[in-house]
């Protein structure tokens, strides 16, 4: 029952007044304080949330400033946002004149008729006096909007003309040094004139047909400046693939397999010496056989005379027998050692001078 009262309701009677503040007279503006007039209205069901928003918007008597107070409650206001409109008025106001309260209201009353939707917000109207950037800085510091939103006329020249056009121009002001991020919003008959203006151009051209005919900048004489990887083989790149991520030989081409045939093949080739009867013979019986000499070392052969061979037994014999003249030379020196270190000991006893009892 209570969204159907406010929607059989008019539009002005929806917004309640809250607390206003004239600070025109005084003349004087603060930190927190511009030389303005202050209204505040809300809606009967605005109800202040965590994630609400403020946007700020500039309104005056233009077509396109009502277009972007239009645009802003169509397209970005939700319920419990909050909207601070600017009205700057440049011209020095009489104190004794009390007309400015009169046609900020009546400014108020437009406002809140163009809430079609019916959006539960909270309105406020800043009926400023004094330089339009220096006043929209000082609101933007107070209020702290998440946006700024401003109309323009729609005009978009290039070169000197439009520098000494858009000189003046509020919009391009608010997108250089606004200190939050703003929106310019363009009306819609210009947007729709504009789009359809390019549309019927026979010069215009998409990004496709301008790639087309074109030569690329890799197909040029400076091409190797984007070869970032050198030219591999399939083979390679795939070896180095397999490296990379430690797959199996079986995933890398360049390891071939092994061919045990030609394993068996190479050992065949190999020439196996042959062994003599008396050779074997030798063996058997623990010895070692004779080098053969080959005919070129037949002279040193001779001077040299025959090898010896000896068993098992005998090398072993000699061996036990070296250990036992290493062990007895051993013994021999540790009791010459004990000798020298007595001897010296009584050597030493006399020159002592001392008388043993």
């Known amino acids: 029952m209570a969204t159907e009262t406010l929607t059989e309701s008019p539009r002005s009677q929806r917004f309640e007044s809250h607390v206003a503040f004239d600070n025109i007279p005084l003349g004087e503006s603060t930190e927190w304080n511009p030389i303005s007039f202050t209204l505040n209205h809300r809606h009967a069901g605005f109800q202040f949330r965590r994630r609400h928003r403020t946007f700020m918007v500039g309104v005056d008597d233009n077509s396109y400033s009502d277009h972007a107070l239009q645009w802003l409650l169509d397209e970005l206001v939700d319920d419990g946002d909050e909207i601070v409109c600017v009205r700057v008025i440049e011209t020095q106001v009489r104190l004794t004149n009390k007309a400015y309260q009169e046609d900020a209201k009546a400014l108020m009353e437009s406002i809140q008729v163009k809430n079609i939707q019916n959006r539960a917000i909270s309105l406020v109207l800043e009926y400023a006096v004094g330089k339009l950037h220096n006043t929209f800085q000082h609101l933007i510091k107070i209020y702290q909007p998440s946006m700024l939103i401003v109309g323009t006329k729609g005009r978009s020249l290039d070169g000197v003309q439009g520098f000494l056009v858009n000189r003046s121009s509020f919009s391009k002001y608010c997108l250089q040094y606004s200190p939050v991020p703003v929106v310019v919003v363009r009306p819609n008959e210009k947007r729709e004139k504009k789009k359809a203006k390019r549309a019927h151009d026979p010069n215009r ?58 394993l068996l093949k190479s050992y065949n080739r190999r020439s196996t010496p042959e062994v003599s009867k008396e050779t074997l013979e030798i063996v058997n019986k623990g010895g070692v056989p004779a080098e053969k000499k080959s005919p070129d070392r037949e002279s040193d052969s001779d001077s040299e005379g025959e090898f010896e061979t000896e068993t098992g037994e005998e090398l072993l014999r000699k061996q036990r027998l070296h250990n036992m003249e290493v062990n007895e030379g051993a013994i021999l020196r540790a009791e010459a050692r004990k000798l020298s270190s007595g001897s010296t000991d009584s050597d030493e006893d006399p020159a002592s001078g001392g008388a043993k009892t």
Do not use: C, F
């Open 205 to 262: 051209q998409s990004y496709v047909h301008m790639l087309l005919g074109q030569p690329h900048e890799a197909d040029s004489e400076n091409s190797s400046v984007y070869e970032l990887e050198p030219q591999l083989t399939a083979d390679e790149e795939a070896h180095r693939v397999a490296v990379a991520v430690g797959l199996p030989a079986a995933y890398d081409p360049t390891i071939k397999p092994i061919d045990p045939a030609t």
